[in-house]
């Protein structure tokens, strides 16, 4: 906890952040069952064909053990070595998880940002904090979530009737911005193409591993 507290002032949540990224990456970890395992992967897409263009994994053990609201550090490592066998550099992270809708108000994605200096964004399937109102059912439509009179995200319907996504900022993003490009990244799925390749790879990589 210490650690969060002394990044947060570091967070850019205001950026804007890049309008146009070319290179976008995702970032995901897979467990093993038994939960000593974990593999992280990272995929680089075209932004304008979603095509991948760059991938790399890290196979290891958690660095942490399991705490709620401290996930980041059990993935931060492996994520890091990823990134670092990357030979494109990505112009935007997006990461499968939080950025400021963390309790503490700095998930995995501002810690990914403010370490690598790279624009980062959250996209989680589950919230960890918050409440909005509900949102319509058609792609496009988004309300804000609030948590303790914050807005620190928003719940994002990224296709017609599927269940929303919780959009953070994570670090040199706006949050208009940050919502911009999960529309542009997930044109067919409810999760964006970045999570969907990097979650792939990592699954791929574990199973490997085992």
Known sequence: MGVQEALR?????????????????????????SGDLLAAAVTVLDARTLAV?????????PAFGYVPGLFAF??????LAALDR????PDLLVCDGHGLAHPRRFGLACHLGVVTGLP??????TPLIGEWDP???????????????????????????????????????????????????????????????????????LARAR
């Open 74 to 79: 059990r993935e931060l490592p492996a994520l």
């Open 9 to 33: 002032p570091l967070v850019d949540l205001v950026g804007p952040g890049p309008a146009t990224p070319v290179m976008v990456a995702g970032l995901d970890v897979a467990y093993a069952q």
């Open 135 to 205: 949102v319509q059912r058609g792609r496009g439509s988004w309300s804000p979530l609030r948590d303790g009179g914050d807005v620190v995200g928003r719940v994002v319907r990224t296709q017609d009737g599927v269940k929303p996504v919780f959009v953070s900022v994570g670090h040199r993003m706006s949050l208009d911005n940050a919502t911009t490009q999960v529309f542009a990244l997930a044109p067919r799925y409810r999760l964006p193409e970045t999570t969907r390749t990097a979650d792939r790879l990592c699954r791929e990589a």
């Open 53 to 61: 263009v760059d991938s790399a994994v890290s196979v290891g053990r």
């Open 86 to 89: 990357l030979s494109t550099r």
């Open 120 to 125: 980062a964004i959250g996209v989680g399937m």
